[in-house]
């Protein structure tokens, strides 16, 4: 509210640049959206003629810096030629088409949705902009940016620019995103809003630079907010509390309080450094949780998950290393060199960790998987241990462990090669229709759209693309939900994997159909 307050309240005509300062993690998006739906809700106290307009640009949707540029000022012109705009927004929409083909003459790649038409409008002859850029760079850059502030002096609404996640981009776009905001964008009756990480931006600017990237960054941002990370006490109670939701529904005399406790302290806490993480870790917990819930020991499955989401590699070492792991230690005559082999191998995937200290990890490990403990303190256990950790499902146990790695889904239950063997058939729709189903049935198919994602760029031919989205669309309703969080509704992941493989067919009649 404080910031959607000041924004509210600026009313000089000169640009202002408000930079959103926080780590990884500490909540700069949901702010941005809270901020965002409080400037809407109060706009309805203004009138229609000095309503802010809200323009929210995503730099990551663009590959170079020329595009990211010159597409910024053709999406700022789409909004604000909109219909239900005055006629000097459109007539400044116009203006902006004209800046933003001086930055881009020889090169086109479509953006996204409502903007294609407009887009392919403005840049339809790359001839005739590579024709003129001699003459027009010096010329028209600085008279159609002088005729832009004129006009946009001269009307009341204040245009706010939202640009999200800057701190992702590599060093050069970062660049380029505030020689943007400084020199080419810095219009009257402006306001940008800019959400980053501030030591990773001010690390990419100085190596751009070649200078002080604090001193630079002090010049474009006029107002600092910073974000404090919240408490590691508040990231613990929110844990907690949905642990506790989650497994409300097992039975107090099922619930080893002690065993969990001990768990938790011995380092399943410090795998949570922010509020995201938790939220991370919630939904994939919760996922899983429902298909192994009664065929576990439900904290094995908390331990085993949190070690699954922030520490992939150490999962895959521990799933295909059950001897190490699992069952218990016989000190017969002479196994000594086995031991030293055993604690040998448990070092080398214990110090990959980095997020925690390795003792920390050990510790963690050696509660849940006990047989550790014979490796690092001689303490040996016995056949009735073994009999109690069957008894309660324990993941130590050999019987159970498999347990814990076949029934969660997770990105190493299709292999690379089992997805280029899935896509070599998408040129047929009966045959890709039925490794599909096939998908669905084992229950690997969130799975399969995960990895897509990564293959939509460049890897799928182009004449491939009708026969994926087509079956991937009759059949979209056979697949499972994954949790209640809007990021990971399967019909959204399923969206943004259209929109992917769309968008690289650049025949807009080709697409359209």
Known sequence: QHLGQAIINYKESDSLVIGLFGAWGSGKTSILNMCLEYVDIESVKYADEEKP????????????????????????????????????LKVIGEKLEKYASIFEPLSWVPTVGQYVDKISKTLKSTGSAAKNWGELKERDLNSTKEELNKLLDKQSHKILIVIDDIDRLNDLEIRQIFQLVKSLGDFSNTIYLLAFDRDVVINALRKVQEGSG????????????????????????????????????IPDNELNTTYFGNIYHSGFKYFFKNIRDVKRYI????????????????????????????????????????????????NYEKTDIVKEQYKKRCDQIINNVKKIQPEIFLNFLKRLFPKLETFYSNIYYSNEDLHNWRRDCRICSPDFFERYFKLSISSGEISQKDIK????????PALFSKSIIDLVKDGRILTFLNLLGDYTRDAIPEENIEPIVTVLMDMGDLFPER???????????????????????????????
């Open 53 to 88: 307009i809200i323009v929210k640009f995503n730099p990551w949707n663009f590959s170079d810096q020329n595009q990211l540029i010159s597409q910024f000022f053709i999406q700022l012109s789409c909004v604000l030629g909109q219909v239900d705009y005055a006629k000097e």
């Open 214 to 249: 604090v001193e630079y960054l002090e010049k474009v941002v006029q107002i600092p907010f910073n974000i404090p990370m919240a408490s590691s006490q508040v990231v613990e109670d929110i844990l907690l509390t949905q642990l506790s939701e989650l497994i409300k529904d």
């Open 283 to 330: 939904n994939s917990l919760q996922f899983n949780y429902e298909i192994v819930k009664e065929e576990v020991n439900v904290i094995d499955f908390i331990a085993i998950t949190g070690i699954q989401v922030f520490f992939p590699e150490v999962y895959s070492e521990i799933r295909d290393n059950s001897e190490i792991f699992t069952g218990i230690y016989v």
């Open 421 to 428: 063997a899935i896509l070599s058939l998408s040129n047929d």
């Open 483 to 513: 949790g209640n969080n809007i990021l990971y509704k399967t019909r959204y992941r399923l969206s943004y994997l259209f929109d992917q493989l769309i968008h690289r067919i650049t025949n807009q009649e080709k697409r359209y159909r």
